[in-house]
Nanobody, 117 residues
Framework: QVQLVESGGGLVQPGGSLRLSCAAS????????MGWYRQAPGKQREFVAR???????VYADSVKGRFTISRDNAKNTVYLQMNSLKPEDTAVYYC???????????WGQGTQVTVSS
């Protein structure tokens, strides 16, 4: 059974930093592309960043230069370092990995990030 468990969310002031973690189980983590998405109140879920098994990264324009995605295959964990946070970064952040084969992607339960003074 695949499980993705996010942690590290919280309340932070504008300009602050947070690091999110996503611990994966039930998959061969080292071969999976891992991603982060977010959903703000009243908005659709949107792509934030992803990292391939080889370490290649892609970022949404809105977070480029502020967020960094990384992975530790020994710990089956993907991270999202978020710096220079803005109020518009407030959202529930979800960890994602595509299913290998037919069927929907796997998602974590989400972790709340609130950027406010």
């Amino acid at each position: 059974q695949v499980q993705l468990v996010e942690s590290g969310g919280g309340l932070v002031q504008p300009g602050g930093s947070l690091r999110l973690s996503c611990a994966a189980s039930g998959i061969i983590f080292s071969i999976n592309t891992m991603g982060w998405y977010r959903q703000a109140p009243g908005k659709q879920r949107e792509f934030v960043a992803r990292i391939t098994s080889g370490g290649s990264t892609v970022y949404a324009d809105s977070v480029k230069g502020r967020f960094t995605i990384s992975r530790d295959n020994a710990k089956n964990t993907v991270y999202l370092q978020m710096n220079s946070l803005k109020p518009e970064d407030t959202a529930v952040y979800y960890c994602n990995t595509p299913r290998i084969g037919p069927g929907p992607d796997y998602w974590g339960q989400g972790t709340q990030v609130t950027v406010s003074s």
